[in-house]
């Protein structure tokens, strides 16, 4: 491949260290580039490869619509919940009636309206409760609301908000914004392969900025998923998902949080190499960092491909 | 710092229809999981994980330049690759469904098998 490279660029006979300096260069930099991420193939392979594993192995109890992940249902089956889809026009007369028939603070029937749908109320063997009566009154309200029976799974399914707080809507277009910023690393090396310094900058600064919005929107998950929104009880006792939810969660935030401490590694490496080259600290003949740095952005990208994929969407 | 080479070729326009690539196959990916979420797992489980692998062999071919450059990189790919499913392959059957098969759990029957019980 090297020679017809080199015939194409060069017709004429060309001496032998033109056709040495023409060929891909085994340098010591990219081999240990290239292992250390055979490494890190290993790391997410630890992590991914425990997740499939460990849903496996989950048994087919393990989650709910009416009751908190981990519940034994033997003596619960006959269990029945109130599932709110809409309240209507009058949010807080829905949130005081819930709230009423729950004996919970309004505020906080209504931050979990926020999230719909939602279970409020369950009607079980071992918890009896007014589940009729609180339908027809909420219905009055302007509800839209259902009664469904106990339903278990065993891992929570993606879509399904009853066990699933994961927004995939908003991932799915992180999951592009990621994939973005690889093309724009890409520019950035095409650029400094051509000579172009100006736009090396520019292109690693876009790759920053794009990155550093993932990582952000990460975050902004986190926290809806942590502490902003109060989600249906399938999902969580407390109705906040946090490590300690589920052993769902736990992969969750393990496999994410890792891959998200990667990405803010590349953006740090990232910095390094766009404020040296704003000093015109790389040209063509010399710029293997910014190649190297790109490698390893590639494989945060290729790595939360698989993760979007494996956690979010099955 | 190491030289570099002087590449022959701007792939600039390669890299942009890669892009295209991965944007239709991130959407595709979306549809797929909205309109299967419902039918088989088995369905969507291979739908999805393709689809993921295509997107993966795109950005490690062209992004990473594993098709522009020498062959020498799948020396550390290959041993990585076969430990990647020697591991997972290895405790898939026993942590995973045999734990669910013969586990204390399976007394603890989900309402799904209630109607099969006696």
């Known amino acids: 491949m090297a020679q017809s490279i080199d015939a194409e660029a060069t017709p004429n006979p060309t001496p032998p260290t033109a056709i040495h300096r023409t060929a891909p260069l085994l340098t010591p930099g990219k081999v240990a580039l290239w292992l250390f991420l055979g490494t890190e193939v290993m790391f997410f392979t630890g992590l991914i490869g425990s997740y499939i594993v460990l849903r496996a192995g989950s048994p087919a109890w393990a989650y709910s619509n009416l009751f908190p992940p981990g519940t034994p249902l033997d003596d619960l089956r006959n269990a029945r919940g109130l599932v709110i889809d809409a309240t209507g026009p009058d949010d807080a007369r829905i949130a005081e009636t819930i709230a009423e028939a729950v004996d919970s603070p309004a505020a906080e029937i209504e931050h979990q309206l926020h999230s719909l749908p939602t279970v409020v109320l369950v009607n079980s063997p071992l918890q009896p409760a007014d589940i009729d009566g609180l339908t027809t009154r909420l219905q009055a309200a302007g509800a839209m609301n259902r009664l469904v029976p106990l339903d278990s799974f065993d891992w929570p399914r993606p879509y399904d908000k009853l066990t699933n707080p994961l927004s995939i809507d908003l991932t799915a277009v992180n999951t592009f914004i990621l994939i973005c910023s690889s093309v724009t690393m890409v520019l950035a090396l095409s650029a400094i392969q051509r000579d172009d310094k100006r736009r090396l900058s520019r292109w690693l600064l876009a790759t920053i900025l794009i990155g550093s919005t993932f990582v952000g929107i990460q975050v902004y998950e986190y926290y809806q998923l942590m502490e902003g929104h109060r989600y249906s009880i399938g999902v969580s006792p407390t109705g906040h998902f946090r490590p300690n939810s589920s052993l769902f969660a736990s992969c969750f935030f393990t496999m994410t949080g890792f891959h998200g401490a990667h990405v803010t590694g590349g953006i740090l490496a990232l910095l390094a190499i766009w404020l040296r080259s704003l000093f015109g600290g790389y040209s063509r003949e010399h710029h293997s960092p910014v190649e190297l740095v790109g490698l390893y952005w590639h494989f945060v990208d290729l790595v939360w491909i698989l993760l979007f994929t494996v956690v979010y969407l099955l | ?118």
Not at chain 2, 26 to 48: P, Q
Not at chain 2, 70 to 85: C, D, E, N, S
Not at chain 2, 95 to 117: E, I, V, Y
């Open chain 2, 1 to 118: 710092m190491e030289p570099n080479p002087i590449p022959p070729h701007d792939h600039t326009r390669t890299y942009l229809r890669v892009f295209i690539a991965l944007l239709v196959l991130t959407v595709l990916e979306y549809l797929y999981a909205r309109l299967f979420s419902d039918r088989g797992f088995t369905m969507l489980v291979t739908g999805l994980v393709g689809l993921a692998a295509i997107k993966a062999i795109l950005v490690g071919l062209f992004f990473m330049h594993l098709v522009f450059e020498g062959r020498w990189k799948y020396l550390i790919l290959m041993p990585t690759a076969f430990l990647v499913i020697v591991l997972v392959s290895g405790l898939y059957p026993d942590m995973g469904l045999d734990a669910k098969r013969f586990g204390p759990d399976r007394a603890a029957l989900s309402t799904n098998d209630l109607d099969a019980t006696p």
